[in-house]
């Protein structure tokens, strides 16, 4: 089981900080189908997306492999750099392709 989590730090733009953890007994091996390892998206309290890192982005379109051992974490951070004060939810989700890890967090700016 992959455990993940969500940390937002709110300053000059609001940073998202990802971790994805192995807390199974033995390696887990992920597939990604892009360079895209992570991403992440806000939503406004009505459920309106209005951030997405990737959007807009290109990604190397080859598919990429990578290894966590048991109790290793692989961290994604992010920048959100001009947000508009509001109330938020911050949702992260790991590209894998065989495993579904997300994770969520109400933030205010």
Known sequence: MLDSSLE????????????VSNGTGGPVELTFPDACRADF???????????????GRMFTQAIGHARLEPGEEAVFEEEWPDPEP??????????????EVRAET????
């Open 8 to 19: 937002v730090t709110v300053g000059n733009g609001v940073t998202f900080r990802f971790t």
């Open 41 to 55: 998206a806000v939503r406004r309290e009505d459920g309106e997306e209005v951030w997405r890192w990737s959007e």
């Open 86 to 99: 509001g109330d938020y939810t911050a949702e992260a989700v790991l590209r894998a392709t065989e495993r």
């Open 106 to 109: 109400p933030f205010s700016v």
